[in-house]
């Protein structure tokens, strides 16, 4: 499937299956030796998740200095993901910006780390 194909339609219960969380980055760094430029994210979900690793691709966007402090969406429930010298733990969501760049998804207001998405 594309980018530009319809999506096509899922049950629900699919969709509930994948878990969704809030979370503040506390810590942000380049991927050393990544073929494509990325940066280490350190995400701290809360007590019930933790603190996770995620490799994002958000070079283009984004300073690792900008990064923390600010809370990011990412999926909590897929299995982990070794990206070069990195384990990824979660999925950091986004969207393309206009150049296909990735705009990080992230709440209007600042919410309680660990919140699920509903």
């Given at each position: 499937?594309?980018?530009?194909?319809?999506?096509?339609?899922?049950?629900?219960?699919?969709?509930?299956?994948?878990?969704i969380?809030v979370?503040?980055?506390i810590?942000?760094?380049?991927?050393?030796?990544?073929?494509?430029?990325?940066?280490v994210?350190?995400?701290?979900?809360g007590?019930?998740i933790g603190i996770?690793?995620?490799?994002?691709?958000i070079?283009?966007?984004?300073?690792p200095?900008?990064?923390?402090?600010?809370?990011?969406?990412?999926?909590?429930?897929?299995?982990?993901?070794?990206?070069?010298?990195v384990?990824?733990?979660?999925?950091t969501?986004?969207?393309p910006?206009a150049?296909?760049?990735?705009?990080l998804i992230?709440?209007e207001?600042?919410?309680?780390?660990?919140?699920?998405?509903?």
């Amino acid at each position: 499937m594309s980018h530009s194909d319809p999506p096509a339609p899922i049950a629900l219960d699919d969709f509930l299956k994948v878990d969704i969380r809030v979370g503040t980055i506390i810590a942000a760094q380049p991927l050393e030796g990544a073929r494509i430029p990325a940066l280490v994210l350190t995400i701290d979900f809360g007590s019930a998740i933790g603190i996770k690793q995620s490799s994002a691709r958000i070079t283009r966007n984004y300073q690792p200095a900008d990064l923390v402090g600010r809370q990011a969406a990412a999926v909590v429930n897929l299995p982990a993901r070794r990206v070069g010298r990195v384990l990824s733990q979660v999925l950091t969501l986004g969207f393309p910006d206009a150049a296909g760049e990735v705009v990080l998804i992230a709440p209007e207001r600042g919410v309680p780390n660990g919140g699920r998405l509903y």
